[in-house]
């Protein structure tokens, strides 16, 4: 008779504790009002200018500083047009005119002729000459400066001219050192390599990436709320979020809300709940310094009341 009883009270109480479950399953799913996955600012990097790919020192997971120089193209055609165009700039300079230089036979007949004037003006004085002679050393006189005047305005232009071809190939050599700095592989920012797409021996080109970069030092997490939650939230406010590492719990983070939505959109499809596809939310990115445990599309939450 007590044994009947007993099993009587243990099937009564079975849908109780069922009930009793479901409610606390149900609490711990509905403990988090905002969820999302994490993401990271990625970077394709590709050369900024064409050659064949000498070295490409980088490997998927690598963790590469700012400004390090991780591959070098051949710039072996840079080089020897850098080699020709100073070989030009030589060669302009040393055509570049010597003005006084060559005006030096002029400016001495010059003044042999102004000698000769005072020579001849002594001897009209001492009427031992006449006016015709002081006037042809006058013609001669005029006639040597006019032509120092028209043989110096020619090397003017002349050295002008050389001088300005000069430096045109001051910007050219400028241009092609230039060239020469970007064959040097530089990485752009500080992240983590997520993918490599060229070997050396291939063909760098302007537009196509080497290597995908991404900064995992600092990452967001994408996630959805209403618009009654996004009322409660601003950009600046700290928040906590908590990474979902499945059956190890949930680790918690210290995050920054970065960004929000002006503009309401559909629950995205990864939401498997019709009721839930069908709703309006808004965006937000929430900013996160990751400690190394963060990793690209895990998933994240954030508390409402957090926030």
């Not at 001897?123 to 006058?138: F, G, P, V, Y």
């Not at 006639?143 to 001219?161: D, P, V, Y």
Request: hydrophobic share 40%; net charge negative; aromatic share 6%.
């Amino acid at each position: 008779m007590n044994i009947v009883k007993a099993t009587s009270v243990l099937l009564l109480s079975l849908p109780v504790a069922g009930v009793l479950l479901l409610t606390a399953c149900t609490g711990s799913g509905s403990e988090f009002d905002a969820t999302g996955t994490f993401e990271a600012t990625e970077v394709l990097v590709s050369a900024e200018v064409s050659g064949r790919i000498l070295t490409l020192d980088v490997h998927e997971g690598q963790q590469i500083p700012r400004g390090a120089v991780v591959g070098l193209l051949d710039s072996a055609q840079w080089y020897l047009q850098k080699q020709q165009l100073q070989s030009s700039m030589r060669a302009a300079l040393v055509r570049r005119p010597e003005i006084d230089t060559q005006l030096a036979a002029l400016e001495q007949q010059l003044q042999t002729q102004i000698q000769e004037r005072h020579r001849v003006e002594r001897l009209l004085e001492a009427r031992a000459a006449n006016q015709k002679q002081l006037d042809d050393i006058q013609a001669q006189i005029a006639l040597i400066e006019r032509q120092i005047k028209a043989q110096h305005s020619s090397l003017s232009n002349t050295s002008e001219g050389i001088s300005g071809d000069v430096a045109a190939m001051h910007f050219q050599m400028a241009q092609l050192d230039d060239y020469l700095r970007k064959c040097h592989l530089t990485n752009p920012m500080s992240g983590t390599v997520l993918v490599k797409y060229a070997e050396p021996g291939e063909m760098a080109v302007p537009g196509r990436p080497l290597y995908k970069l991404g900064d995992t030092g600092n990452m967001i997490l994408r996630a959805y709320l209403t618009s009654a939650q996004v009322a409660q939230i601003k950009t600046g406010q700290k928040v906590e979020v908590y990474a979902d590492y499945g059956e190890d719990g949930y680790r918690t983070f210290e995050g920054v809300v970065q960004w929000v939505s002006d503009k309401a959109e559909f629950t995205p499809k990864t939401i498997q709940t019709r009721d839930e596809r069908a709703n309006l939310v808004y965006a937000v990115k929430i900013g996160v310094q990751n400690d190394g445990y963060l990793k690209i599309g895990m998933y994240g939450e954030v508390k409402l009341n957090q926030l």
